[in-house]
């Protein structure tokens, strides 16, 4: 692979560990899978998109992650205070959200913006444009870690921490855990749309349906990256997300360098999260067979 070729993985890689972040609170520290991601995503980057060509690329990647949190906040009130299940609830506001997307990009199905500032062109100017890219989206990487990271260790995250665990013992301690759930969906999804957001501004166009397989991208990000990390300590576990993200952007641009066809990356996608899931299940059957063997 080439030098071009190898930043392009690289620089996507660290766009997905942002949305990866994002679905790590949802998938992990509170346990509930959340499928709204995939339309939150797109919601990134419609707002990004159109305030990007309106001459205000900034201020649509901070109003994205709004969306998304907003976005987070209608799947926990759907399971908290209407008691829809948290698959349905997800599926519920992912649908609602592919007319809005449709909306904000003022029915549009995709939006250009070549030749349009973006959040990369102050910095593409100051130090030229090869390395530009990579620098602001591994600043806002870095930024959005220590974030997640600095929040989970405050009175709050662990509390959000603590729901996800043990909710009956949350609420046993007086904790709103309904609150808890809303929030954590929210701060989930705004990191997912951050991603979207960043996304639409480096590849200059969004698409209504460029969302869709993001919830499995993410999946595979968290399963391949606790593969190689574990889960010790949330940074530990923070930090494998990132690495996951990275490798799993990787393994996909080997694959296409080598025949794959871009339309069955989904379909390899979900393959690789199906194995990596199934590693732990697969495991235990060979050890429960190596015993059987061995006390015969």
């Not at 609420?171 to 609150?179: H, Q, T, V």
């Amino acid at each position: 692979m080439s030098l071009s070729v190898i930043q392009g993985a690289l620089e996507l890689g660290l766009i997905f560990a942002i949305m990866s972040l994002g679905i790590f609170i949802s998938f992990r520290i509170l346990n509930i899978p959340d499928l709204t991601i995939d339309g939150t995503f797109t919601l990134g980057t419609s707002v990004s998109a159109i305030f990007a060509v309106n001459g205000h690329p900034v201020l649509g990647v901070i109003l994205a992650m709004v969306a998304g949190g907003l976005a987070g906040c209608v799947t926990g009130f759907l399971q908290t205070k209407m008691k829809v299940q948290p698959i349905l609830a997800g599926i519920l506001t992912m649908t609602a959200l592919y007319s809005v997307n449709l909306r904000v990009m003022g029915q549009k199905p995709n939006l250009s913006l070549f030749d349009k500032e973006s959040i990369f062109s102050g910095l593409t100017q100051l130090m030229g444009e090869q390395y530009a890219n990579l620098m602001m989206i591994a600043l806002i990487l870095i930024i959005s870690l220590l974030a997640i990271y600095f929040f989970l260790k405050t009175q709050l995250g662990m509390s959000l921490r603590a729901t996800g665990d043990n909710e009956d013992m949350v609420r046993a301690s007086s904790i709103n855990s309904d609150a808890m759930k809303i929030m954590g969906l929210a701060i989930a999804n705004a990191f997912v749309a951050l991603a979207g957001a960043i996304l639409a501004q480096y590849q200059s166009f969004s698409d209504v349906s460029g969302g869709i397989g993001m919830m499995v991208i993410g999946l595979a990000s968290i399963i391949v990256g606790e593969a190689v990390f574990g889960r010790k300590s949330i940074l530990r576990s923070l930090l494998a997300v990132v690495v996951g993200a990275v490798i799993y952007r990787f393994v996909l641009t080997i694959a296409l360098r080598i025949g794959l066809e871009a339309g069955d990356l989904k379909l390899f996608s979900a393959i690789l999260v199906t194995i990596a899931i199934c590693i732990p299940t697969l495991k235990g059957f060979i050890m429960k067979r190596r015993s059987r063997r061995a006390k015969n």
